[in-house]
């Protein structure tokens, strides 16, 4: 088995600066025959991105959502209106939460999804709700859910709220998914955001699956963390001797330098564009 992952589109402009990039993330996969897309941008721009890529989106297997936030959520009508719905969706059991962010006292800003669950029905979509903590897809991809609080360092940004009944409630994402793909040397593990916490997702990997993470690709939401939990985290990384960290997005200037420094060669900026390609034996 072997696998490709192109980021459709990413904050960061690509190499040649002839990709739209936006805040935002959307990963293609390739896993031998399946084809799987996580995550569809703010805009509906990564599917401009794959046509200069020439990576066909009308063919896709599953498409994950790992979160319900719009930079990541935000371009899945327009990829629906574009392919149709011949994929699966998985998501989070509590994707379709209102999810707000306080900008200033007592005035909340919309960042959930631009559509409902109406809409999937509407469309025909088939959908899972991740319920439970492990799912495999197929045997060499699994898809994680629940995740636990494993250390006293990683907290979820406080400026994060779902609505419910009128009311404004502090956001703990239990909707969040990440995605597990087996290799001859452990797993490649791809998130999102990792707002509950990179080492929280890879630790409760780790102890459901018994097997050691190989690489990471996605988001880590270190943008606002402290040196103490940046210096934690890097120490994570190095005490599980993960080969390959390949993050963007929502890392921040400050954790990615942190990273380069201390991990060298392990830690590649995964912008817009950039594909990386593991061949598993």
């Known amino acids: 088995m072997s696998f490709k992952i192109t980021t459709l589109i990413e904050n960061n402009a690509d190499d040649n600066n002839i990709l739209f990039n936006e805040h935002g993330l959307s990963l293609y996969i390739e896993i031998d025959e399946m084809k799987l897309l996580i995550d569809t941008g703010e805009s509906g721009d990564f599917i401009k991105n794959a046509e200069k890529l020439k990576v066909n989106l009308n063919n896709l297997d599953y498409v994950l959502l790992s979160h319900g936030h719009y930079d990541h959520t935000g371009g899945f009508k327009r990829l629906v209106e574009k392919v149709g719905n011949p994929f699966k969706l998985i998501v989070g059991e509590k994707l379709f939460y209102d999810k707000y962010a306080l900008v200033e006292t007592e005035n909340y800003r919309f ?74 040397k452990g797993l490649f593990v791809i998130v999102g955001c990792s707002h509950v916490g990179i080492c929280n997702i890879l630790e409760t990997i780790v102890k459901r699956t018994g097997m050691p993470i190989y690489g990471v690709l996605g988001g880590t939401h270190l943008i606002e963390a402290d040196e103490t939990r940046i210096e934690k985290t890097i120490n994570y990384f190095k005490e599980k001797d993960i080969s390959i960290l390949a993050f963007s997005h929502c890392t921040g200037e400050k954790a990615t330098e942190k990273i380069k420094e201390k991990l060298g060669e392990k830690y590649l900026y995964n912008n817009t564009g950039n594909i990386i390609e593991i061949n598993n034996g």
């Open 111 to 184: 960042v959930g999804n631009p559509f409902d669950k109406d809409y999937i029905e509407q469309n025909n979509i088939p959908i899972k709700y991740m319920k439970e903590d492990l799912f495999y897809i197929n045997e060499n991809i699994m898809v994680i859910s629940n995740f636990e609080k494993n250390n006293d360092y990683e907290f979820v940004n406080k400026m994060f709220y779902i609505e419910k009944d009128g009311k404004y409630i502090p956001d703990n994402f239990p909707d969040e998914i990440a995605l597990a793909i087996k290799t001859e």
